[in-house]
C-alpha cells in the first residue's frame, strides 16, 4: 500500500507559469512533510517543509499548501524558470515512529 | 557548513569483490542515514543511526554492512553483491534522530555491479 501518492508523474510549464504538484496520504500519524528537489546524477536538496499545524508556508518562489482534513498538500512554484527544472519528490514523516516515506516523484521540465 | 560528502562518486564492482562507501558530515548531525535509489525511483530508506548506534534497518540483506565509526562517519560495506544492488547510494544526516526533521543528503555513488 503506497502511503504517499504523487501527481502528476511529469510536468510541462512555459517559463513564468505557474508548476503544482500534488500529494495524497493516509496515516495521520503523518507529522511532517517536506518538498525535495533533485538533478540529474544530483542527491535530493531539501526545498521546504510543513507541519501539519499551518495551512501554507511560502519560501520565495516556493509555496506548500497543505489540508489536513483532506490529507493533501501541493508545492506551488511561482513564476517557474528553466533552471527548475527536475525531479521532485514529496514525503510525509511520522517523526514519533523515525521514517519518512517518498512519494513517486514529478519530472519537472520548465520550456524557456 | 551544511554539506554531506560522499565517496567514491563512482564504483564498478564485481559480484566477489569487497568495497566500502564512505560518508561524512561537519554540521553536528547525531542521525545519519542510508537510502537506495533506482532510476526514476524515490530513495528508499535503509538504515538509520542515530547517535552513532544502529536504530533502523529496514530487512536490508546482510551483504550491505552498515558501519558508523564516530558521529561524523557513516560507512557502508559491500560484499557479494548482485546486479540488481546496482544503484544510487546516498547518504543523508539530520539534526535529531528521526527523519522527520530537516535531511541533508550527500551527491551519492553511483554503483554497478557487474
Known amino acids: 500500500q503506497q502511503q504517499v501518492k504523487q501527481s502528476p508523474q511529469s510536468l510541462i510549464v512555459q517559463k513564468g507559469g505557474i508548476s503544482i504538484i500534488n500529494c495524497a496520504y493516509e496515516?495521520?500519524?503523518?507529522?511532517?512533510f517536506p518538498w525535495y528537489q533533485q538533478f540529474p546524477g544530483k542527491g535530493p536538496a531539501l526545498l521546504i517543509a510543513?507541519?501539519?499545524?499551518?495551512s501554507e508556508k511560502k519560501e520565495g518562489r516556493f509555496t506548500i499548501s497543505f489540508n489536513k482534513s483532506a490529507k493533501q498538500f501541493s508545492l506551488h512554484i511561482m513564476d517557474s524558470q528553466p533552471g527548475d527544472s527536475a525531479t521532485y519528490f514529496c514525503a510525509a514523516a511520522n517523526t514519533n515512529a523515525g521514517k519518512s516515506t517518498f512519494g513517486d516523484g514529478t519530472t519537472l521540465t520548465v520550456k524557456p | 557548513d551544511t554539506e554531506v560528502t560522499q565517496t567514491p562518486k563512482h564504483l564498478v564492482m564485481g559480484m566477489t569483490n569487497k568495497k566500502s562507501l564512505k560518508c561524512e558530515q561537519h554540521?553536528?548531525?547525531?542521525?545519519m542515514y542510508w537510502y537506495k535509489q533506482k532510476a526514476k525511483k524515490p530513495p528508499e530508506l535503509m538504515f538509520v543511526y542515530s547517535y552513532e548506534k544502529l536504530s533502523i534497518n529496514e530487512s536490508v540483506p546482510s551483504r550491505f554492512s552498515p558501519e558508523c565509526p564516530n558521529s561524523s562517519l557513516l560507512n557502508l560495506h559491500l560484499h557479494a553483491l548482485q546486479p540488481e544492488d546496482s544503484a544510487l547510494y546516498l547518504c543523508?544526516?539530520?539534526?535529531?534522530?528521526?527523519?522527520?526533521?530537516?535531511?541533508?543528503f550527500g551527491p551519492g555513488t553511483r554503483l554497478t555491479v557487474t
Open positions: 543523508a544526516s539530520s539534526q535529531d534522530s528521526y527523519p522527520g526533521y530537516e535531511q541533508y
Open positions: 510543513i507541519r501539519p499545524d499551518v
Open positions: 554540521m553536528g548531525h547525531r542521525a
Open positions: 496515516n495521520t500519524a503523518f507529522d511532517y
